[in-house]
């Protein structure tokens, strides 16, 4: 029984250019949640989507961006990428979006 | 929003003991409180959550207690095992988990000395 997916696993890029990270959820889950987590810090939320719709945003700017697609995996983008934006990025699962959160193994982005 | 503030930072017992680690919440609609401990270079995993219809929760040697009236919400281990060793992670959310997301506090780095 496959766990939440993501990818890639590590990332390196520099200022200004642009990412796309996924995320595959668990079989049956209808809801994605992103997140960030600085090293040595607890995640902060980014968004939750469910059943392709976007249904909550944390206190993020607007190069930040996600989508949800019909299968339900999902993608994050981040545009114009800055120095602090380095950090772990985690996907969660639920069933919906008011069940228990499941995470990814995340994507390390590392930018120069 | 909601705030979360998790002490203490880091925590060292003695392989047997118990160990406790404390958070407090500052949104009094908050009404789920999950825990998740992540290992070095790995994913969090959710190793218990209580809702606040409830104000203890157990689960072989881990517990969970909630005192709304005061927003704070503990986390207890029992007879820890050097297995146990990790950084500990509360977190709220006035949605259930949902549409706000998690409020994560900033991690409890657990020590099981042998």
């Known amino acids: 029984?496959?766990?939440?997916?993501?990818s890639p696993t590590h990332l390196i890029k520099t200022r200004g250019q642009?990412?796309?990270?996924?995320?595959?959820?668990?079989?049956?889950?209808?809801?994605?949640?992103w997140y960030q987590q600085v090293l040595g810090q607890g995640p902060q939320f980014i968004f939750q989507y469910y059943e392709k719709e976007e249904r909550g945003r944390g206190n993020f700017p607007d190069r930040f961006s996600a989508r949800q697609f019909p299968n339900y995996s999902s993608e994050l983008n981040v545009n114009a990428l800055l120095l602090g934006d380095s950090a772990l990025y985690l996907c969660a699962s639920s069933l919906a979006g008011g069940d228990e959160q499941f995470f990814g193994p995340g994507t390390r982005l590392t930018v120069l | 929003g909601e705030n979360v503030e998790q002490h203490p930072s880091t925590l060292s017992v003695q392989e047997g003991d118990s160990a406790v680690i404390k958070c407090t919440y500052s949104d009094s609609a908050s009404n789920y409180f999950p825990w998740y401990k992540q290992e070095l270079g790995k994913r969090p995993q959710l190793i218990i959550d209580i809702r606040s219809n409830v104000g203890e929760k157990k689960d072989q040697?881990?517990?969970?207690?909630?005192?709304?009236?005061?927003?704070?919400f503990s986390l207890h281990i029992t007879e820890t095992q050097p297995e146990d060793s990790a950084v500990y992670f509360c977190a709220a959310s006035s949605s259930g988990g949902g549409a706000d997301g998690l409020t994560f506090g900033k991690g409890t780095h657990l020590i099981i000395q042998p």
Not at chain 1, 1 to 6: F, L, N
Not at chain 1, 18 to 33: A, N, Q
Not at chain 2, 61 to 72: E, F, G, Q
Request: net charge positive; proline share 3%; hydrophobic share 30%.
């Open chain 1, 1 to 6: 029984d496959a766990g939440v997916t993501q």
């Open chain 1, 18 to 33: 642009h990412v796309t990270l996924r995320c595959s959820p668990i079989s049956g889950h209808k809801s994605v949640s």
């Open chain 2, 61 to 72: 040697r881990i517990a969970v207690t909630l005192n709304k009236t005061a927003k704070h």
